[in-house]
């Protein structure tokens, strides 16, 4: 069985996709959010109780409305709705743009992927460069998730390890899979400010993204432009393991 | 000029506490959630604008109130409330309760934390053992408060690394600064399910944090368990390079 989520809700076209792949290899259950998601990052909800509304249940495919974060859905998914079933997989996505470089810290897609992760299910993330929204066209992606899928179904992945897959969008023929590592950069100009009819100031998140390790060719983006679908393999830790001593003379 | 957020918002004791330190070491400027923002990672706001709202306004402290996540407060602070000023130090907390293991992944004071060290600014969190609030007696947390702030504002950080730093709860008198891992675990039975008075069921997010390294005498909570300080030296990249080989066979 195999557990979808995603981050920009159900009515997605991202997510019908991804379903309907993943339901060429078994049974499928969806838990996604009632709402847009995007940036939530592995945002959590613990000061309000969650509801999940069932919307469909077909031989080999239930479907659930979660009312928070891509990461609630997938805990709620494990330890409420799935019967005592442990899934085979968990898929995030198919999101409506990338989840590359710094991005992928605020990535409600990879919440979701990170928390089948940390219970210890093969899982993986899957990005389309496409933003338009609802009429994305995801069908270049096919192939590449329905391969993905076969083979972590098949052989699993390293303990420890999920899959952050980025599909180009118009980036010319995509050339095949690169395997990459997650670049570095940030967002600038990130606010614009305006004043409301009262008077009140308020700020809209904005801004472009700078990324700082453009010749990189081991990269995320650096493949992407290249036409190359890029697959990152991730993993929750972040200790900065080559500074302890450094560190540690820093401190002590 | 020091700037501060926490995920507890701006009433909670440990941020008093911080801003009270660091004030020691110059000018503070406070951007600190208007609400409770327990467990909202790097999660950041997209969908509807952010208010700022300066409640303190004097020499050497400056504080805004955020409509936002703990990571929009520090990205909302960089880039339109501090007057063009780069900030030396960004410091994070004083959380009420650990952000160690895999929780880390859920920590808006880790998000507050990573989003400075996005923007190239040395940057702290800090967080203490004890829950209770609104009550918490941070002392036990001010020598090391101030002796990181001390040592981070005179030699900075290495490029792309920030610092969790966990101050023991009642583990005995404290022995000491260790430098550590993030250790590995996960939240088990992770939802009490209700029903509500209409009959219908909702899920409180509850459960308990299972170590699965409980023996890795390098990590955070080995050593806190111990009556040590945890230092973990983190990083942004999630890139699980030793895999790198191994996802290549897998995939291509």
Known sequence: MILISNDDGYQADGIRTLMAVAREFGDVVVAAPMQQQSGKGSAITITSPLRAVMVK????????????TPADCVKLALDQLLDGRHPDLVLAGINHGYNVGVS??????????????VHHVPSVAFSYGDYRTPHTDFTVCEPFVRDIISRVLSKGLPAGVCLNVNVPYDKGPIQGLKITTTSMGLWTNEFERRT????????????YYENETPDDNTT???????????????????????????????LT
């Open 104 to 117: 992928t810290l605020y990535s409600g897609t990879m919440g979701a992927t990170f928390e089948g992760l």
């Open 57 to 68: 249940d077909e031989p080999g495919m239930r479907v659930f409305l979660i009312s928070g």
């Open 196 to 207: 409301d009819p009262h008077g009140v100031e308020y700020y809209w998140m904005t801004g």
């Open 220 to 250: 995320d983006i650096y493949w992407i432009d290249r036409g190359w679908v890029s697959v990152t393999p991730c993993k929750v830790d972040q200790t900065a393991r080559d500074n302890m001593v450094k560190i540690t003379e820093l």
